[in-house]
């Protein structure tokens, strides 16, 4: 079994920053790909940033420049660095895995946490 727990939402103001972390624990052998999604009222889920076990990272066009997506394999853990936030990055954040878990054959799942929530607003 596997889990991923957010962290690190909040309310701030606009042009301020933030930092999201998920940690997964479990029975991993090894994280793929992870990612954060944002999901609005009345909007459609978003998938914001992903980074691939090879550390090659991609954004939303929208986040571009402001968002930085990390990882630490040594805990099993992805950050969201948010800077210059907006009141439209206002959405829960939810973190994203493919994790291979520790068992004969290898199989690979993709799991979700719960979300953390974002406020941006003055």
């Known amino acids: 079994q596997v889990r991923l727990v957010e962290s690190g939402g909040g309310l701030v103001q606009p042009g301020g920053s933030l930092r999201l972390s998920c940690a997964a624990s479990?029975?991993?052998?090894?994280?793929?790909?992870m990612g954060w999604y944002r999901q609005a009222p009345g909007k459609q889920r978003e998938l914001v940033a992903f980074?691939?076990?090879?550390?090659?990272?991609n954004y939303v066009d929208s986040v571009k420049g402001r968002f930085t997506i990390s990882r630490d394999n040594a805990k099993n853990t992805v950050y969201l660095q948010m800077n210059s936030l907006k009141p439209e990055d206002t959405a829960v954040y939810l973190c994203n895995a493919d994790v291979q878990v520790r068992r004969w054959g290898g199989d690979t799942y993709n799991y979700w946490g719960q979300g953390t929530q974002v406020t941006v607003s003055s």
């Open positions: 980074v691939t076990s090879g550390d090659n990272t």
């Open positions: 479990g029975s991993i052998f090894v994280i793929n790909t």
